[in-house]
């Protein structure tokens, strides 16, 4: 075989072979266990956060039944609003996908990703990606472009991630190699941009909103 096209498909032929492995192989004896705690914070800093959320009855309908969510929008007195959620997956694959694709779903366009550090309050470093979207609104009659952040990891048993890649290799070589299965939970935070504030300012207050709320609902800041 031509040694350039090995070179191409050898990182897929292991893959493949990984998750043909993990397919055979008999269930982790370890019961799933989640690394964050479905309890978002009251308060963070100077925002506070407004009636616990659960599902919408859309969400309802896609995800599995054993899906769980919860959701706050927080505000504070300079008008600055964002919104965090947390999904925990049950047993089904399918309650946790990626954001790429249902971004797009509810009408937003995505400009650019990548993944920058947040210094958490107590230390740590956590890794998310940041994605910037925008859409065009014409709700008025005229069509106005908003723009957004939204911030996201994903959260395993003593790992985390943000990468949805990442995520699906580490859950298939845990439960292979360290009879792990890691009951995944997704985190985000979205935030508007205001038409008064540079875009820079709404990423910094949602990196300190990241960095003191989420030592609050994560048993595991470290990545592996």
Known sequence: MNTKIWKLIAPVVLFATALLVCW????????????????????????????????????????????????????????????????????????????????????????????????????????????????????????????????YWFVGREVNTPSHWTRVFLSSWDRVFHNTNHRWAYVSVFMPVANNQAAAATLEVMKDFIAKSAPEYMFSEMPR
């Open 24 to 151: 055979l192989s008999p269930n982790p004896n370890t019961t799933p266990v989640a690394g964050v705690k479905m309890v978002l914070p009251d308060q963070v800093g100077d925002m506070t956060g407004g009636e616990l959320q659960g599902m919408s009855d859309a969400e309802k309908r896609l995800l599995p039944g054993d899906t769980e969510m919860t959701r706050r929008v927080y505000g504070n007195a300079r008008g600055e609003m964002l919104a965090c959620t947390i999904v925990l997956a049950g047993g089904a694959k399918n309650s946790i996908h990626r954001p790429e694709a249902c971004l797009p779903a509810q009408g937003w366009n995505i400009d650019s990703e990548e993944v920058i550090p947040v210094t958490l309050a107590n230390g740590h470093s956590l890794d998310v990606m940041k994605v910037t979207i925008h859409l065009d609104d014409i709700s008025t009659g005229q069509k106005v472009r908003r723009q957004a952040y939204y911030l």
